[in-house]
């Protein structure tokens, strides 16, 4: 699966955070430590979320753009 992600220099290094997922951000000195972390934080989400959702009825729908 992808995931659009917004990438940002700061003073310390880069931020990354994932428009898709509210929440799931994360950081790093170099770009390549910034997106090795947020993949990380994307699993951890994804986790997370399945959790939440265990033992519900799940649906998904399609929106034409």
């Known amino acids: 699966m992808k995931y ?3 990438l940002r ?3 310390e290094g880069f931020s990354v955070s994932v428009p898709g ?3 799931c951000w994360s950081q ?3 770009k390549e430590e ?3 972390n ?3 934080a994307i699993r951890e989400y994804l986790a997370v979320v399945d959790g939440l959702t265990e033992g519900a009825e799940i649906h998904e729908i ?3 753009v």
């Open 4 to 6: 659009k992600i917004a």
């Open 28 to 30: 790093g000195t170099t």
């Open 21 to 23: 997922l509210p929440g």
């Open 38 to 40: 947020i993949t990380d």
């Open 34 to 36: 910034a997106l090795d």
């Open 9 to 11: 220099e700061s003073e």
């Open 62 to 64: 399609e929106l034409a």
